[in-house]
């Protein structure tokens, strides 16, 4: 099957800094490729005048750190076309003059038809076209839908709210679109309210490495906690990340032998670790900086609690990688894992940024036995194992090739039907 990816965010080679694009659609794109699927990414970033790149990178991450956003290299700014792993990329930057900014129609059109010409170049045909991001996925999507009647989907990333949608263009677009998602099933449920759907968005989660699902160890048996508590954090150094929090509940009830890691970075590392040293606690909090993914799995690894209680969490993968790991892992209330981590069953929720309830987490799980823990953190392994990227990405393809037309409720409804019977899915 053919497959056209549209994505504001995708990894490319050329990124540099601490605070990197997420790969989530790129792990998407390598699963389909590895079903048999032709894959076309078109990665269409943000495009800046050439004096935001010139100010100073400390002001810069202040910024992206107050507004938790990112800022873009320099060379994201030049088209890029390359082959990744069997997946057909092309970086496509759009101009726009601040964050946020939201493209004209006409600017729309120019990149649908040079994002057509492309396609007609590579005699590539698409028969299911996915969008991420709702500016400027969802016009492109519905865009390229129409003009090659394809089966269609957009993902958004708690970018729907009622100031997005008039900004651009969401509700009117989405009638063109087949299959409308979701990172989360909490957000599913705003998007549905916002955009006044008469059924509930997919939801479309992340995966951990296939690798990690088969080598992970199936039994748990590490929260004996004799020798003290490993606690970690694993996220991108941003003031919605809520990292304060946990290092203000970690210190006010650590241990001895108690240790936390810190692994990532970010604009707000310096103040992170100013905050460290006016809680006295440098001596057992470790700031790693960026690892790599394999480091990152060796922490958890050695880990038995995982906190991390972000606001507006959209569907944190690393929360899965730490439950495959047996960890005890603490994620936001009315984030992505709602649902997914049944509180004091498999997992814990706490309130996003609430460092007494958090603290207070901590305290239970320490009054538990150990083998309460066990079972804790043996459910945990049990639910991850069903998340692995190949897993999640046939669900998630499945789920665009099942829908129907989404339609708001003053719309009308369309059965895609011709498209229903020319998307065949290829099996692995």
């Not at 080679?13 to 990197?20: A, C, R, S, T």
């Not at 107050?66 to 759009?94: D, Q």
């Not at 979701?182 to 449920?189: G, H, I, K, L, T």
């Not at 951990?208 to 080598?215: I, Q, Y």
Request: glycine share 6%; with cysteine; net charge negative.
């Amino acid at each position: 099957m053919n497959i056209l990816v549209v994505t504001q965010m995708y990894s490319q080679p050329d990124d540099v800094g601490e605070n990197k694009p997420t790969k989530t659609v790129n792990y998407f794109a390598k699963e389909w490729v590895a079903s048999g699927h032709r894959v076309v990414v078109m990665h269409c970033p943000s495009k800046f005048p050439i004096a935001y790149y010139l100010v100073p990178s400390a002001i810069k991450d202040k910024i992206s750190g107050r507004i938790s956003t990112m800022t873009p290299p320099i060379a994201s700014r030049k088209e890029l076309c390359r082959n990744e792993n069997g997946i057909e990329v092309y970086r496509l930057p759009m101009l726009k003059f601040y964050p946020g900014q939201a493209y004209s129609a006409k600017k729309m059109q120019a990149q649908a038809e040079k994002i057509s010409r492309i396609l007609e170049e590579i005699r590539f045909v698409p028969e299911v076209i996915i969008g991420h991001f709702a500016n400027p996925s969802t016009e492109l999507v519905a865009r390229l839908a129409q003009q090659y009647n394809a089966k269609s989907s957009i993902v958004f990333h708690h970018d729907c709210d009622t100031n997005e949608i008039a900004k651009y263009r969401i509700a009117e677009n989405i009638k063109h679109i087949g299959a409308i998602g979701a990172r989360s099933v909490v957000e599913a449920q705003e998007v549905q309210q916002n955009l006044h759907l008469k059924e509930l968005p997919f939801v479309c989660c992340s995966g951990v490495p296939n690798d990690a699902v088969a080598s992970a160890a199936k039994i748990c048996d590490k929260h004996h906690f004799e020798n003290g508590i490993t606690y970690l954090c694993v996220a991108g150094l941003l003031k919605k990340k809520n990292i304060d929090a946990v290092l203000m509940a970690f210190a006010d009830r650590a241990h001895e032998n108690d240790e936390l890691f810190i692994v990532g970075g970010g604009p707000e590392a310096e103040t992170l670790k100013t905050l460290v040293t006016n809680l006295h606690a440098a001596g057992k909090i470790v700031f790693t900086g960026r690892v790599s993914r394999e480091e990152v799995l060796q922490y958890m690894k050695k880990a038995q609690v995982f906190a991390l209680v972000s606001d507006d969490e959209v569907y944190g993968m690393v929360y899965i990688e730490a439950m495959l790991q047996g960890c005890l892992t603490i994620a936001s209330k009315g984030g992505g894992f709602d649902g997914i981590i049944k509180d004091g069953v498999n997992g814990f929720i706490c309130n996003p940024g609430d460092a007494d309830m958090l603290q207070t987490i901590f305290a239970e799980i320490e009054t538990l036995t150990a083998c309460e823990r066990n079972m804790i953190g043996q459910r945990a392994i049990d639910t991850a194992v069903h998340y692995s990227e190949w897993e999640v990405a046939e669900r998630y393809l499945n789920d665009v090739l099942k829908k129907n037309q989404y339609t708001s409720a003053e719309g009308d409804y369309v059965a895609n039907e011709q498209n229903e019977n020319r998307c065949i899915q290829q099996k692995r």
